[in-house]
């Protein structure tokens, strides 16, 4: 059955291949099985970039180049921008009333972020608020299954929370709670070896890197400190090379055979980064191309169109929602 799907992104910098593996390429599914939106979070993105606006608004014609290119299809999935949405903002406020500041306090992931981004006793209060405003993205289209990642699944309990609270309160059925659909792939290891490959940890290779930069990226790669010379035995634990292998190089065989070359000696990093950079170019030099085919007028119309599907879903969802709380209309 085909089921309302809602995922977003803020709009902070270039897509790079853990977003590919983790999400994009499951969205790409996703548009043929379903009605899916997805959004870009400009004004979520704000909430800790509220200094450097410009580096939003940069960004938002990246973000949707970076879809396009991957094989997001517009004609299937409807591609909006959320600051162009007044429902959200509107949802915002008055889901506010239903949060307290301590459950607020208690989300893991906000937690978190705050402790990375030193707010220390300066908490921005739409910082603390944003997952009050991502509960409104995600009920404003009634989305049913919201794809996401580990972290982001505190964010679907709270908007559930507030979806039952209001429905009860209200004595109304028009919110819908939402499912959390993780993706397929663990997240990727940086090219440095960290945990996680990040926009902003300089450690990703990104979807619209150049063929120079990702061979540069690709033979700085961790791998093992103690392989020094080809003939020594190497170790494939922790090697950022074979973890990427895993999971870019299509012939599973060889990679095992590699894996084994490996471990007994006489295959050098050199050979094997040279074997991750073909096939990693395999996969971005078609993505690349379609990239570069995208004009920014071709965005600006696709969000637009995008924008105008968006609002007739919402503005009913807006209805609704004040004639549950009695709220007057003129
Ligand atoms: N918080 C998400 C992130 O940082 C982006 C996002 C905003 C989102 N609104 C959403 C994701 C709604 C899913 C549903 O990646």
Redesign the pocket.
């Known amino acids: 059955m085909k089921k309302i799907v809602?995922?977003?992104?803020?709009p902070t910098g270039p897509l790079h291949l853990g977003h590919y593996v983790g999400s994009l390429l499951n969205r790409v599914e996703m548009q043929e099985i379903h009605k899916q939106y997805v959004?870009i979070?400009d004004i979520?993105a704000l909430t800790d970039n509220f200094e450097d606006p410009m580096k939003v608004r940069r960004n938002i014609f990246e973000v949707v180049k970076d879809y396009i290119s991957v094989g997001i299809d517009p004609s299937k999935t409807t591609i909006f921008l959320?600051s162009q949405i007044k429902e959200i903002a509107e949802l915002t406020v008055f889901y506010m009333n239903l949060v307290t500041l301590g459950r607020l306090e208690r989300n893991p992931t906000v937690k978190t972020e705050m402790k990375q981004k030193g707010f220390g006793d300066s908490i921005p209060v739409g910082f603390l608020c944003?997952p009050v405003?991502?509960a409104a993205?995600?009920t404003v289209v009634k989305?049913e299954i919201?794809p996401?990642?580990e972290d982001?699944l505190p964010?679907i309990e709270q908007t559930n929370e507030i979806v039952r609270k209001f429905n009860r309160l209200y004595n109304t059925e028009c919110l819908k709670e939402a499912e959390a659909v993780l993706g397929k792939a663990k997240r990727l290891v940086g090219i440095d070896g960290a945990e996680k490959a990040g926009k902003s940890l300089g450690n990703a290779i990104f979807l619209s890197d150049d063929s120079d930069i990702v061979k540069s990226k690709v033979f700085s790669m961790y791998t093992d400190p103690n392989h020094l010379k080809v003939s020594d035995p190497g170790n494939i634990e922790g090697n950022v090379v074979f973890a990427y292998l895993d999971i870019f190089h299509n012939d599973k065989e060889e990679v095992e055979a590699l894996k084994a070359h490996y471990q007994k000696g006489g295959l050098g990093d050199v050979a094997i980064k040279q074997i991750l950079y073909k096939s990693l170019e395999k996969l971005l030099a078609p993505i690349r191309e379609k990239r570069a085919s995208v004009q920014d007028v071709d965005i600006y119309e696709i969000i637009g169109h995008g924008i105008t599907e968006t609002r007739k879903v919402t503005e009913h969802t807006i209805d609704e929602v004040k004639d549950a709380m009695s709220i007057m209309k003129w």
């Open positions: 809602l995922t977003g992104d803020r959004m979070a979520q959320q944003y405003s991502q993205d995600i989305a919201v996401v990642g982001q964010m």
